[in-house]
């Protein structure tokens, strides 16, 4: 399996502009997560699905993010219009949670460096 | 709400010295407890988990962790550190709550100096 897959791996627009960030998960995962990372927030949930279902969008800051989950392989983060301090890494992440209370790892994928000018 | 809090954050420890990161979570349900580590510029790897049985767990690098249910804590521990240690560290705790999300820590940044 070739991990959690994210696109881009760099993204630079300007201020105003719309983004998109992309990400399939792990094959057989059933739970996907958005994070950002920021040097003054250090790590952040933005939001999950579960079954492709948004189960907490607490974490999103604005509504200018918004997050779908069309499928099981496929999820976008979007940001309009961005802002300079949307400037951050988004990780996307993956994990399978049983039914029997047991999880695997969760797995990230190698994120997206967004800057905003 | 639950959460996720780590002590320190930022270490600076000389090679050869002993590490330990605290980790406290406020959850009273049923957990399962990671430790990742974030190299520079990269993206976070798991180091060890625990899930149940003996609560001293020994990770990858020679990293360890003890779960203290009592005490909801679950500290990393590395009886000699090294350089390329150097890492973000950031303690999760995975809750069975409406499909099941990881909290994670603010994260623990340590330099090793050589």
């Known amino acids: 399996d070739a991990g959690v897959i994210q696109s881009p791996r760099h993204e630079v627009t300007e201020m105003g502009q719309e983004v998109t960030l992309r990400c399939k998960p792990i094959?057989?995962?059933?739970?996907l997560f958005w994070y950002r990372q920021t040097m003054m927030r250090g790590l952040e949930l933005l939001i999950y699905?579960?079954?492709?279902?948004?189960?907490?969008d607490s974490g999103m800051p604005e509504d200018r993010f918004s997050a779908k989950m069309p499928n099981a392989s496929f999820s976008t983060l979007k940001i309009q219009p961005s802002e300079p301090r949307d400037s951050a890494v988004y990780f996307c992440?993956?994990?399978?949670?049983?039914?029997?209370?047991?999880?695997?790892?969760?797995?990230f994928g190698p994120g997206t460096r967004l800057t905003v000018l | 709400a639950q959460s996720v809090s780590q002590h320190n954050h930022h270490v600076i420890l000389s090679e050869a010295a002993s590490l330990e990161l605290g980790c406290n979570y406020s959850?009273?349900?049923?957990?399962?407890l990671f430790w990742y580590v974030q190299y520079p510029g990269q993206h976070l790897q798991l180091l060890l988990k625990?899930?149940?049985?003996?609560?001293l767990v020994k990770g990858i690098k020679g990293f360890e962790a003890e779960f203290i249910k009592s005490k909801f804590s679950f500290n990393l521990r590395k009886p000699s550190v090294q350089w390329s240690d150097t890492a973000e560290y950031f303690c999760?705790?995975?809750?069975?709550?409406?499909?099941?999300?990881?909290?994670f820590g603010q994260g623990t940044e340590l330099s090793v100096k050589p």
């Open positions: 094959s057989g995962h059933n739970s």
């Open positions: 999760a705790v995975f809750i069975y709550n409406q499909g099941g999300k990881l909290i």
């Open positions: 625990y899930f149940s049985g003996d609560p």
């Open positions: 699905f579960n079954n492709n279902v948004p189960i907490d």
């Open positions: 992440a993956s994990i399978f949670a049983s039914g029997t209370r047991r999880v695997n790892e969760q797995f």
């Open positions: 959850y009273g349900g049923t957990v399962n």
